[in-house]
T-cell receptor, first 114, second 108 residues
Framework: NAGVTQTPKFRVLKTGQSMTLLCAQD?????MYWYRQDPGMGLRLIHY???????AKGEVPDGYNVSRLKKQNFLLGLESAAPSQTSVYFC?????????????FGPGTRLTVT | TQLLEQSPQFLSIQEGENLTVYCNSS?????LQWYRQEPGEGPVLLVT?????EVKKLKRLTFQFGDARKDSSLHITAAQPGDTGLYLC????????FGAGTRLTVKP
């Protein structure tokens, strides 16, 4: 099992450009999450999904969109990147429970917006 | 403002020393988790505590959940260089809320 994989691992964007981050999991988990991690801020939830075809906003959703067309994939989009979106992005999945279930994390995507 | 405050933010100790890190909040959690994150990787779950006053041990690591379920501590006995990493606590509210972490360095 690969667990949770993320592509790409690194990306540099110019302000105003768009991009999509891809997350894939092979554990048949219902729940998937996108977080961003910034120094001194910890992990903050951007969007999450409780199943195929569903998405919901987390703590910091502005400037991001997501889609979950297939159970195993969760995409995070930035339509018009801003320097404030420079961060490390982590995808995670869990079998059940938005709160309290064990979350399995991917290795992260380091995004720099200039 | 962080919902979960972790202290200390940084900790550097020698191999063999003991240490305790803390996770505090003014809110009550239904459960609390501790994760460890190594550079360039995602966090990995160490333990979940659910009951107020609960103590769990994982080899040299001891986790305690406060009686009021507002705080938790992680104690490491005889720290080793392999314990180096970022320790994150996460509390269950409507979703999981993470603290900023304690960055531990254990020097050989």
């Amino acid at each position: 099992n690969a667990g949770v994989t993320q592509t790409p691992k690194f990306r540099v964007l110019k302000t105003g450009q768009s991009m999509t981050l891809l997350c894939a999991q092979d554990m048949n988990h219902e729940y998937m999450y996108w977080y961003r991690q910034d120094p001194g801020m910890g992990l903050r939830l951007i969007h999450y999904s409780v199943g195929e075809g569903t998405t919901a906003k987390g703590e910091v959703p502005d400037g991001y969109n997501v889609s979950r067309l297939k159970k195993q994939n969760f995409l995070l989009g930035l339509e018009s990147a801003a320097p404030s979106q420079t961060s490390v992005y982590f995808c995670a999945s869990s079998y059940g429970g938005l709160a309290g279930g064990e979350q399995y994390f991917g290795p992260g995507t380091r995004l720099t917006v200039t | 403002t962080q919902l979960l405050e972790q202290s200390p933010q940084f900790l550097s100790i020698q191999e063999g020393e003991n240490l305790t890190v803390y996770c505090n909040s003014s809110s009550v959690f239904s459960s609390l988790q501790w994760y460890r994150q190594e550079p360039g990787e995602g966090p990995v779950l160490l333990v979940t505590v659910v009951t107020g006053g609960e103590v769990k041990k994982l080899k040299r690591l001891t986790f305690q959940f406060g009686d009021a379920r507002k705080d938790s501590s992680l104690h490491i006995t005889a720290a080793q260089p392999g314990d180096t990493g970022l320790y994150l606590c996460a509390g269950a509210f409507n979703d999981m809320r993470f603290g900023a972490g304690t960055r531990l360095t254990v020097k050989p």
